[in-house]
């Protein structure tokens, strides 16, 4: 492959391994053999002193120099780049709607990309990718975009980023998880946006096994919204819309993840609380009350209804199990 007169914008993600760097420094046309670069990153001692950050490599370099390159740092072009911060739970279309806000691309511009089975199919990971949308699998974090990334260029930060702080470190499990990968990432997009506090994304992940092994109905008012565009808050009649996403209607889980979540509720669906609670009602403090009965649940929505008229917060409390409004 021979290496590009053009300038090459490059983006090395934090504690990306240097396989990974090799691998998109070859896709990117720096280096002809992802393989070679590692081998004498290792060889001379510097695989481990890669700096994550940005860069622009043009002309013709040696592979010990752009080694060197990357274990100087991020050149000049750092100064160029445009942080964003994805929150954890942001769907597809919120982060589209970020980055037209951030100019990092034209609204519409990545989301396009991000549900197209083509492009999709054109993406290299080491996990099984999802053909329709890659809701779920975008990473949130805080990135240094560069001007006029391709949608290309962001999914995979992203996705390596994905698959570097959770699918990597945990396969073996996750390979062996009922449902594997694609079963974890939707449970973990429910938790992530059931949940506020740390503490309770096991628990209700917990509450979300034991529904699903007794053949239970979720119930979950936020795969409902998923499925009804420009929406944020739920109605009654919501609750019978059809949708493949109304878990109301539907007993499992729904076809595909509701958000992207982040590291903490990807970990609670791999290791949910063994319990036997069956409901939970959210409380104004962001904790959950979880209960086995459905008496009991609705004595903890009664009491949480309490609570919210109580609090100057707006209520909307997450809740499963069919909770009276």
Not at 255 to 284: C, M, Q, T, W
Not at 289 to 312: L, P
Request: proline residues 6%; positive net charge.
């Amino acid at each position: 492959m021979p290496r590009p007169a053009r300038p090459i914008r490059f983006y090395v993600t934090a504690h990306s391994g240097v396989i990974e760097i090799g691998r998109a420094l070859q896709r990117e046309g720096v280096v002809r053999n992802a393989y070679a670069f590692a081998m004498t990153a290792k060889v001379d001692g510097k695989a481990s002193e890669l700096k994550a950050g940005h860069y622009r490599f043009s002309g013709e370099l040696a592979l010990d120099r752009v080694i060197d390159r990357l274990v100087e740092g991020p050149n000049d072009l750092d100064a160029d780049r445009t942080r964003v911060t994805i929150p954890e739970g942001f769907t597809i279309a919120q982060i589209d709607r970020l980055f037209a806000e951030k100019g990092v691309m034209d609204a519409g511009q990545f989301q396009k990309f991000a549900t197209d089975p083509t492009a999709i199919a054109g993406l290299n990971t080491d996990f099984t990718l999802p053909r329709a949308s890659l809701e779920g699998y975008l990473f949130p974090d805080t990135y240094g975009f560069l001007p006029h990334s391709s949608p290309t260029q962001i999914v995979e930060q992203m996705l390596v980023n994905f698959g570097r702080r959770f699918y990597r470190p945990y396969q073996s499990e996750i390979d062996t998880a009922p449902g594997g990968l694609a079963a974890l990432v939707i449970k973990a997009s429910l938790i992530e946006r059931e949940a506020r506090e740390e503490a309770d994304r096991p628990r209700i992940a917990g509450v979300l096994e034991n529904r699903l092994r007794k053949h239970t109905k979720l119930q979950i008012d936020a795969t409902v919204l998923y499925g009804i565009e420009h929406k944020s808050r739920i109605m009654d009649k919501d609750l019978k819309r059809k949708s493949p996403y109304n878990t109301y209607l539907h007993a499992g889980l729904p076809p595909g993840p509701i958000a992207n979540p982040g590291i903490s509720s990807l970990l609670a669906a791999l290791h949910p609380e063994k319990n036997d609670y069956l409901f939970y009602v959210a409380r104004p403090s962001g904790f959950h009350i979880f209960t086995r009965t459905f008496a009991e649940h609705e004595a903890a929505v009664r009491q949480a209804r309490d609570e919210w008229k109580g609090s100057s917060k707006t209520s909307g409390a997450n809740r499963t199990g069919g909770a009276t409004r």
